[in-house]
């Protein structure tokens, strides 16, 4: 008689899943540390690299295997039967210090902060809260100078990009707003993309001046203006036919008034595409959410729940043409597109 299967994986494999990603998570620190992917540019075997850096020979083939099991490198044997490894495509484009659309610090960041909010989980549920460093603006202009840029660069822009063709002819006229648009990058490629485009980045003001500097090293500053200012409080400029807001709504104390706001700011027929992540209903789509929203959800910031958004769109008299999924930094977002009625 066979004996029977057990259920694989085992009821604990996602846990044991988490230890085993610390060790992955080094592995990849170690090899952004090292420039390594810009090293594997072109092949080389694990020998030839550990003399290279006097490395230990052995721990360099394992570690070498370990990425290409993470689909960080690809190999391929030679005549002689020895393992060639090279950066794969995914390490080249994202994670290659060379790249127009490096994130490797901005990865680096993320581990960092996201680890040092996980160490102090305990003293949170505590009630202790832990000083901010920087005031509000301030810190929003680090985070734009720094990891926004390269994330807006490599992931928001080129998604943006990528709806927005659906949405808008290349030789039309057209006024866009991007509402709290941090470093600015989304509407310079959308600026890029469409040359009959001109509009506003509407930041508060520290950020404000980061989207204009880079508004100004792409040459658009007779089409694309930074407004320095606080949605909340301050005009932010109507006639828009494009509204991007983009991870913004989580911060404003009362998400209906400023529906309202974007809502007039349109043109009568203008869109407004709203890219926010939501919680899902399902337990494995809502772990990575909640992971990395947990931080923002315990400073008392907004993430709705799925379906919320719409809900609150429909209610300030916007039609909700179309909910898309989209790739947005650390965990995937829905793009409703949302029309001002004509009447
Ligand atoms: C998570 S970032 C998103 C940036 C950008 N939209 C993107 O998707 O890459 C949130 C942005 O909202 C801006 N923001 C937050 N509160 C704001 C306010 N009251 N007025 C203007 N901008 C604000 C921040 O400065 C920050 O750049």
């Known amino acids: 008689m066979n004996r029977p299967v057990e259920a694989l994986p085992h009821a604990l494999q996602p846990y044991w899943d988490l230890s085993l990603a610390a060790v992955q998570a080094e592995a990849l620190q170690l090899a952004l540390a090292e420039d390594l992917f810009e090293t594997l540019a072109s092949p080389c075997t694990p020998e030839a690299l550990a003399q290279m850096h006097a490395w230990q020979p052995e721990a360099t083939r394992h570690w070498l295997t370990l990425l290409w099991s993470m689909q960080l490198l690809d190999r391929s044997r030679d005549a002689a039967s020895e393992w060639h490894y090279a950066s794969s495509e995914v390490a080249r484009r994202y994670l290659t210090s060379s790249s127009a659309l490096d994130c490797g610090d901005a990865w680096r960041f993320r581990l960092a902060s996201l680890r040092d909010f996980g160490a102090g989980l305990a003293n949170g549920l505590r009630g202790e809260k832990r000083p901010a460093p920087l005031a509000n603006g301030e810190r929003w202009a680090v985070a734009a100078r720094g990891h926004l840029a390269r994330e807006q660069a490599a992931v928001t822009a080129p998604a943006a990009c990528e709806l927005v063709a659906y949405r808008r002819a290349t030789e039309s006229a ?43 090293e792409a040459g658009l500053a007779s089409r694309l203006e930074a407004r320095g200012g606080d949605l909340v409080r301050d005009d932010i400029g109507t006639g828009y036919d494009l509204i991007w807001c983009s991870s913004v709504l989580h911060f404003v104390p009362e998400l209906s008034a400023c529906l309202a706001k974007l809502h007039a700011a349109l043109k009568p027929g203008g869109e407004l595409i709203c890219v926010h992540a939501e919680i899902p209903e399902e337990p494995e789509a809502a772990r990575r959410m909640l992971s990395y929203y947990l931080p923002l959800l315990w400073q008392g910031r907004r993430v709705t729940q799925a379906g919320e958004l719409r809900q609150a769109l429909l209610a300030q008299g916007f039609e909700v043409c179309e909910a898309q999924p989209i790739a947005l930094p650390m965990a995937p977002a829905t793009a409703l597109v949302a029309r001002r009625r004509t009447k």
């Open 174 to 216: 057209w006024r866009l707003l991007d509402l709290g648009g941090g470093p600015g990058l989304v509407a310079v490629a959308l600026a890029k993309a469409f040359p009959y485009m001109h509009g506003v980045v509407f930041e508060l003001p520290e950020a404000a001046d980061v989207a204009a500097q880079h508004i100004a």
